[in-house]
């Protein structure tokens, strides 16, 4: 598998946890999740890779415009999702090892070969964040079965471990910034009050016209 193709999965699947509870935001914070904050900062560093790869992936798609603000909502949800999912495997007493989630020196290159100019580590870790929950959702999965992942059932098993990680949310005091327009369970609301659900579909038409400030290129 090639390192633009595996980054066209994991981009696709970043989106994939809903999140759940509720708790307090301080100023200055993205989210909280169980009295953790997660900066804006943070947030700021993994919108920008998100942006990267996300445009990366529509552009392959014939689509040239990406709303930043999905973005910024999706990063956001990636970010809390990584905290529960490793609060969910120490509780669990599951373990997965580093190199089922880091790039190797050589995928590095690859990735820092294919985006040019931007920030190779920053790139990573995001890719190796979402790989992370994905390793502890397989990890998770195989001791609920008592059964070892293979390479024909191991997409099953991330979705009965990622099945247990959105269960856990319920248990997690999360909390997004307003600014986001985010409901404790990480849906998008309307401006009518109403709530919607809001992964960035990359397949879906995008508004050509979008102030560049307000879009991923």
Do not use: W
Request: with cysteine; glycine share 6%; net charge negative.
């Amino acid at each position: 598998m090639t390192m633009l193709t595996r980054t066209r999965g994991v981009v696709l699947g970043l989106a994939g946890l809903s999140l759940a509870a509720c708790g307090a935001v301080h100023p200055g914070s993205a989210a909280v999740v169980d009295g953790t904050t997660i900066s804006m900062r943070t947030l700021d560093r993994t919108a920008t890779a998100y942006c990267t790869l996300t445009a990366s992936t529509a552009r392959q798609q014939g689509i040239t415009t990406v709303s930043n603000a999905d973005v910024r909502r999706q990063a956001i949800v990636g970010l809390v999702s990584l905290r529960v999912a490793r609060d969910l495997a120490a509780k669990e007493d599951v373990t997965v090892s580093a190199s089922d989630y880091e790039l190797t020196a050589s995928q590095r290159e690859q990735l820092a070969s294919a985006f040019p100019g931007s920030d190779g580590d920053d790139l990573a870790e995001a890719i190796e964040d979402s790989q992370e929950v994905s390793a502890i959702a397989v990890a998770l999965a195989e001791k609920r079965s008592n059964q070892q992942a293979t390479t024909e059932n191991e997409a099953q098993f991330a979705e009965l471990g990622q099945n247990e990680i959105l269960k856990a949310f319920a248990d997690s005091d999360v909390s997004f910034a307003p600014r986001f327009g985010l409901a404790p369970d990480g849906t998008q609301r309307s401006a009518t009050g109403s709530i919607s659900v809001t992964p960035v579909d990359l397949e879906a038409p995008v508004d050509e016209e979008l102030p560049s400030a307000l879009r991923c290129s």
